[in-house]
């Protein structure tokens, strides 16, 4: 199982910026991604990027705000995040997958992100 180890989580105002990073002990066979939870909601969806290809894939929320990139050699994606909203509060999470459907199974440890308003 890959290890994963994120970072780069604080606390910011609204319309800041930060920049997420995780790294990882080996490489899934398809992509990365991250997932976010607040406080009694389920897993959400954020972004994930394709190890291979590049090919990036965004929700709804995280479109035109939030940017996905990978370090290959390094095995580390990052999560830049910018034009940040009290509703991005969550507990962020980075997670493997061998699936062209971004299935997961396991995740890292998570980094805390709080925008203040």
């Known amino acids: 199982q890959v290890q994963l180890v994120e970072s780069g989580g604080g606390l910011v105002q609204a319309g800041g910026s930060l920049r997420l990073s995780c790294a990882a002990s080996g490489r899934s066979r398809y992509a990365m991604g991250w997932f976010r939870q607040a406080p009694g909601k389920e897993h959400e969806f954020v972004a994930a990027i394709s190890w291979n290809d590049g090919v990036t894939y965004y929700s709804d929320s995280a479109k035109g705000r939030f940017t996905i990139s990978a370090d290959n050699a390094k095995n580390t994606v990052y999560l830049q995040m910018n034009g940040l909203k009290p509703e991005d509060t969550a507990v962020y999470y980075c997670?493997?997958?061998?699936?062209?459907?971004?299935?997961?199974?396991?995740w890292g440890q998570g980094t805390q992100v709080t925008v203040s308003s």
């Open positions: 997670f493997p997958t061998d699936q062209r459907d971004l299935a997961y199974d396991y």
